[in-house]
């Protein structure tokens, strides 16, 4: 029984955040526009419109997956260095599936300080992708996706 318990164990540890195996895996691509949605960050409406004129980086995630453990410190750092440059960037990170309690309590705890919003469900990150987190789109000041990172 232990080691059944145990196989089973190893098996969900080594299937990561990057897939979620469902089938067919689909992703906006380069050239791509990005969708309408609109989120909220610390209680302002952020719409896909309001980033048009600049570039964009819209990172989606969720605290529990291990590979958002080893990017977002990563992102956060481009972050910092767009911040302090006065770059027009804007980034916006995008929970799938977490609700703000969870994400507040981790960005404290890693001293993170990226835009997210919250989202408990997966209707916004559907209008990307259907499979695999952390997913960074960037886009240009035309909505125009030009790079993806699975």
């Not at 989606?60 to 027009?88: G, M, R, W």
């Amino acid at each position: 029984m232990k080691s059944s318990v145990l196989s089973l164990l190893l098996m969900l540890l080594l299937t990561g955040c990057v897939s979620d195996k469902e089938e067919p895996v689909w992703s906006l691509q380069p050239g791509d526009e990005l969708p309408e949605f609109t989120v909220e960050v610390n209680g302002t409406p952020i719409s896909t419109g309001m980033l048009r004129g600049c570039r964009s980086v819209i990172i989606f995630f969720n605290t529990n997956c291990k590979d958002c453990h080893a990017a977002l410190p990563k992102i956060q750092e481009a972050y910092d260095k767009a911040v302090a440059s006065d770059e027009d960037v804007r980034y916006l990170c995008i929970a799938r599936e977490e609700g703000e309690e969870e994400i507040r309590e981790y960005w404290r705890r890693h001293d993170l300080t990226l835009p997210y919003a919250a989202q408990t469900g997966r209707t916004v990150y559907n209008m990307f992708a259907t499979s695999g987190i952390p997913r960074v789109y960037i886009s240009n000041e035309n909505l125009i996706i030009e790079k993806v990172y699975e």
